[in-house]
C-alpha cells in the first residue's frame, strides 16, 4: 500500500484535529508540509494543534509560515487570524484578519480586525475599519459597540455614550452595551444614568456574564459613594467563582456570622492590587478571635506572613482547565493545613461583615503591612551609593490592566516634565512590559530615570515593600506595587483616574493614612494633576529636610 499523499494527510490531520486527537492531528500536518501540496491548510491545521496542546511559540511559526504563503480563503484567513490574537501576536493577527475581511467584509470580521489594531494602539485603523462596516451595514449592532469601546478605550467617554445608546436602540438587551454605558456615564459625570445603566447591565447579563458584571457593578456603587449598598454588592460579588472561574477547597463555603470549626480560609482577590488593599481587614479579624489561614498571591506571600504573623499564609494557585479557571490553596491536605483543619472558606471580599463592615475596618490604624526592616536597611544603604539628591519610585503603568487603555495612566511625556528636577533620583519599581522601556523613556523623553539596583525583585511585593519604605517618596498610578509601598507607610503620591472605585467616592484612599491623591477631571486629561505633581515634588525637599 503506497503512503498517503499530501492531499490525503490533510483530510486525516483535519479529521484526528475535530475529534481532538492533537499530537496524531499535529504528525499528519506536519507531514503534509514536508510533502509541499497545499502547505498552507497544513500549517494552517498545525497552528492550531500546537495551541491545543500548548506549544504557543511552534503554533505561532506555524501560523506565520501560513500567512506568509500568500493569499488564502476568508475562513482560513479568519482562523489564523483569531489564532494570532488568542496569542499576542497582534501583527499577524491584523495581516490574516485584513485579507479575511478584504476577501469577505463582514461585521464580524470587521470587529475582529478592529480588536487586532486596537490591541495596537492603532485607533485610526481601527476607527476606519469600524467606519466601513457601519458604511456597508448600519443596522448591526456590534461594530457600533466595538466603536463604542475603542472611543473609551482613548479615554473619550462622553462621545462613545451616543454609540452605545445606538447599539443598544438596535439590540436592547445588549448587556456589553449596557455595561460600557454605565462606564462612560460615570466618567462623564452622569452618575445617576451610570447606576441605572449597571443595574440594567447585571439583569441583562445571564447566569454566564453575572460574575464579572456583578462585581463591576459593586465597584461603580463604591466609586459613587454608596457605600452601604456598594459593599454588600461587593461581599457577593464572585471572586474566583462563577461559570470561568471555580475555587476547589475540600470544605463549605462560609456564611458570615456562622461558627467555624476550625480555621477560617480567606482566598484572595484574582488582582493583586485588589488583595493587598482588603487585607486591611486580616488584623481586625484575628484580633476578633478568628484563626484565618490566608491563600494569596505568590508575590507576596512572605509580605503576607510578616505582616500577619497570627495567621497562616500559603499560595493560592491558579491553573486553566478548558474554558474554565481553577482556583485552589496551596495547603497540606485537602482540609488541613500546618496539623490544623480547615473548618470553612470564603472570598477575602466576603469576610468584610465579620468585623463590622468596611467602615470599621477602614477607621484609623496606620500602616498594615511590614517589610522586613533589615531588607529596608540594605535598600537604604544601596540607594544612599547613588549620591546627592532625593530617591523616588516610580510607577508608571497599570501592570494589571487593558495596555490600550491608554487613559488611564499619564503621559509620559507630560510625566517626565512633571518630574523634571535635578535635586530628584527618580528610580522604576515595576517591571518593564516591554524590553528596554525604560531605556527608550532615557532616550526619547531625554528623562533621567535609573534602573531599578539588579538585585531588586520587582515581581516580590517583600522587595517592593522595603525598597519603597527606604526611599524619599514613591509616585505612582493605583497598582500593586503603590498600594504595598503606601500601606507600609512610604510616602506615597498617587494619580489616579476619576472614579477610581478605591477613592469611595471621595477624595483620598481611606485605606492608607497620609497617602496623597491627584487626581484627573476627566478621562485622560492629566494636565492639572501633573501640575499639581511638580508643585509637590518642589515642596517635598523642604518637607523630608523637616522630618525628625
Given at each position: 500500500m503506497s503512503a498517503p499523499g499530501g492531499a490525503d494527510l490533510i483530510d486525516e490531520a483535519r479529521a484526528?484535529?475535530?475529534?481532538?486527537?492533537?499530537?496524531?492531528?499535529?504528525?499528519?500536518?506536519?507531514?503534509?508540509?514536508?510533502?509541499?501540496?497545499?502547505?498552507?491548510?497544513?500549517?494552517?491545521?498545525?497552528?492550531?494543534?500546537?495551541?491545543?496542546?500548548?506549544?504557543?511559540?511552534?503554533?505561532?511559526?506555524?501560523?506565520?509560515?501560513?500567512?506568509?504563503?500568500?493569499?488564502?480563503?476568508?475562513?482560513?484567513?479568519?482562523?489564523?487570524?483569531?489564532?494570532?490574537?488568542?496569542?499576542?501576536?497582534?501583527?499577524?493577527?491584523?495581516?490574516?484578519?485584513?485579507?479575511?475581511?478584504?476577501?469577505?467584509?463582514?461585521?464580524?470580521?470587521?470587529?475582529?480586525?478592529?480588536?487586532?489594531?486596537?490591541?495596537?494602539?492603532?485607533?485610526?485603523?481601527?476607527?476606519?475599519t469600524l467606519t466601513a462596516a457601519l458604511e456597508a451595514d448600519p443596522l448591526q449592532p456590534g461594530p457600533w459597540l466595538a466603536l463604542a469601546q475603542l472611543l473609551c478605550a482613548q479615554g473619550r467617554h462622553a462621545e462613545a455614550v451616543v454609540f452605545f445608546e445606538e447599539t443598544l436602540r438596535l439590540d436592547p438587551a445588549q448587556a456589553a452595551a449596557l455595561d460600557g454605558l454605565a462606564d462612560a456615564r460615570l466618567l462623564g459625570g452622569d452618575v445617576r444614568g451610570a447606576l441605572e445603566a449597571s443595574a440594567a447591565a447585571l439583569a441583562a447579563a445571564g447566569p454566564e456574564g453575572a460574575p464579572s458584571w456583578s462585581a463591576a457593578h459593586a465597584r461603580r456603587l463604591l466609586a459613587t459613594g454608596r457605600l452601604e449598598a456598594g459593599w454588600a454588592a461587593f461581599a457577593i460579588a464572585p471572586a474566583g467563582e462563577g461559570h470561568r472561574n471555580?475555587?476547589?477547597?475540600?470544605?463549605?463555603?462560609?456564611?458570615?456570622?456562622?461558627?467555624?470549626?476550625?480555621?477560617?480560609?480567606?482566598?484572595?482577590?484574582?488582582?493583586?492590587?485588589?488583595?493587598?488593599?482588603?487585607?486591611?481587614?486580616?488584623?481586625?479579624?484575628?484580633?476578633?478571635?478568628?484563626?484565618?489561614?490566608?491563600?494569596?498571591?505568590?508575590?507576596?506571600?512572605?509580605?503576607?506572613?510578616?505582616?500577619?504573623?497570627?495567621?497562616?499564609?500559603?499560595?493560592?494557585?491558579?491553573?486553566?482547565?478548558?474554558?474554565?479557571?481553577?482556583?485552589?490553596?496551596?495547603?497540606?491536605?485537602?482540609?488541613?493545613?500546618?496539623?490544623?483543619?480547615?473548618?470553612?472558606?470564603?472570598?477575602?471580599?466576603?469576610?468584610?461583615?465579620?468585623?463590622?463592615?468596611?467602615?470599621?475596618?477602614?477607621?484609623?490604624?496606620?500602616?498594615?503591612?511590614?517589610?522586613?526592616?533589615?531588607?529596608?536597611?540594605?535598600?537604604?544603604?544601596?540607594?544612599?551609593?547613588?549620591?546627592?539628591?532625593?530617591?523616588?519610585?516610580?510607577?508608571?503603568?497599570?501592570?494589571?490592566?487593558?495596555?490600550?487603555?491608554?487613559?488611564?495612566?499619564?503621559?509620559?511625556?507630560?510625566?517626565?516634565?512633571?518630574?523634571?528636577?535635578?535635586?530628584?533620583?527618580?528610580?522604576?519599581?515595576?517591571?518593564?512590559?516591554?524590553?528596554?522601556?525604560?531605556?527608550w523613556m532615557r532616550q526619547a523623553l531625554d528623562f533621567p530615570i535609573l534602573d531599578p539596583p539588579p538585585e531588586y525583585h520587582a515581581a516580590d511585593l517583600a522587595d517592593a515593600a522595603a525598597l519603597a519604605l527606604a526611599l524619599d517618596a514613591v509616585v505612582g498610578v493605583p497598582d500593586a506595587v503603590s498600594y504595598a509601598a503606601a500601606a507600609s507607610g512610604a510616602a506615597t503620591w498617587f494619580l489616579t483616574p476619576p472614579r477610581h472605585w478605591a477613592l469611595l467616592g471621595g477624595e483620598t484612599f481611606p485605606w492608607f493614612e497620609g497617602a496623597h491623591v491627584l487626581r484627573t477631571g476627566a478621562p485622560g486629561d492629566w494636565s492639572g494633576a501633573l501640575e499639581a505633581l511638580a508643585l509637590a515634588m518642589d515642596a517635598l525637599p523642604a518637607q523630608v529636610e523637616g522630618k525628625p
Open positions: 484526528h484535529l475535530d475529534a481532538g486527537r492533537y499530537d496524531l492531528a499535529a504528525g499528519a500536518a506536519s507531514r503534509a508540509v514536508a510533502q509541499g501540496g497545499d502547505a498552507q491548510r497544513a500549517l494552517v491545521i498545525l497552528a492550531l494543534c500546537m495551541e491545543a496542546l500548548g506549544a504557543g511559540a511552534a503554533a505561532l511559526d506555524a501560523c506565520r509560515q501560513a500567512i506568509d504563503a500568500g493569499p488564502t480563503s476568508a475562513d482560513v484567513a479568519g482562523e489564523l487570524g483569531r489564532l494570532a490574537l488568542r496569542q499576542g501576536r497582534l501583527d499577524l493577527a491584523e495581516r490574516a484578519l485584513a485579507e479575511q475581511f478584504r476577501a469577505a467584509p463582514s461585521a464580524s470580521a470587521a470587529i475582529e480586525l478592529a480588536r487586532a489594531q486596537r490591541g495596537q494602539l492603532a485607533f485610526d485603523r481601527a476607527q476606519a471555580q475555587v476547589r477547597v475540600a470544605a463549605p463555603r462560609w456564611s458570615p456570622g456562622a461558627p467555624v470549626d476550625g480555621r477560617l480560609l480567606l482566598f484572595g482577590e484574582p488582582d493583586v492590587d485588589d488583595e493587598v488593599l482588603l487585607s486591611r481587614l486580616v488584623r481586625p479579624l484575628s484580633e476578633a478571635g478568628v484563626a484565618l489561614t490566608l491563600a494569596l498571591d505568590p508575590s507576596w506571600t512572605d509580605l503576607a506572613q510578616r505582616s500577619f504573623p497570627d495567621c497562616q499564609v500559603v499560595r493560592r494557585l491558579t491553573r486553566a482547565e478548558g474554558d474554565a479557571v481553577l482556583q485552589a490553596a496551596d495547603l497540606d491536605g485537602p482540609c488541613s493545613h500546618d496539623g490544623q483543619v480547615i473548618g470553612a472558606w470564603a472570598p477575602m471580599r466576603a469576610a468584610l461583615s465579620a468585623v463590622g463592615g468596611a467602615g470599621a475596618v477602614l477607621a484609623g490604624g496606620g500602616p498594615y503591612l511590614s517589610p522586613d526592616p533589615d531588607r529596608v536597611a540594605y535598600w537604604r544603604e544601596r540607594l544612599a551609593a547613588l549620591g546627592a539628591g532625593l530617591k523616588i519610585g516610580l510607577v508608571w503603568r497599570l501592570a494589571g490592566g487593558e495596555p490600550e487603555w491608554v487613559w488611564a495612566a499619564p503621559p509620559l511625556p507630560m510625566l517626565a516634565r512633571a518630574l523634571a528636577r535635578p535635586d530628584l533620583r527618580i528610580i522604576g519599581l515595576q517591571p518593564e512590559a516591554v524590553l528596554g522601556e525604560l531605556g
